[in-house]
């Protein structure tokens, strides 16, 4: 197994702060998913313009919205025909309409 990349310790030090950086946005969407100060297409837009906010996983976006547990959303998703493992910028239009009118 070959093994990872030598970085530097400012390269090091920069990818520990995006990595960081990546975890706040996502976390602070999720927060405000929950707290209804943004809504599901609100969100699906923002994905198209925000590569951090693409890489949420929809399961995880399911389950922040109020209302929504985690059966509810995994049951959905299996309905809807929809991976777990799916991200936001995997959705198909298809996909994101018919997320659209279950959750709407």
Do not use: Y
């Amino acid at each position: 197994m070959p093994s990872p990349p030598q970085l530097t310790p400012e390269q090091r030090q920069a990818a520990l702060q995006k990595a960081a950086e990546a975890r706040r946005v996502r976390s602070d969407v999720k927060n405000r998913l929950k707290m209804g100060s943004i809504t599901l297409p609100e969100l699906l837009d923002r994905a198209d313009k925000d590569p951090i906010v693409a890489k949420i996983k929809v399961l995880a976006v399911l389950e922040s919205l109020p209302g929504v547990g985690k059966v509810t959303a995994r049951r959905t998703m299996e309905e809807l025909k929809i991976a777990e493992s799916r991200r936001l910028s995997g959705l198909g239009p298809q996909q994101r309409k018919s997320l659209l009118g279950a959750f709407s």
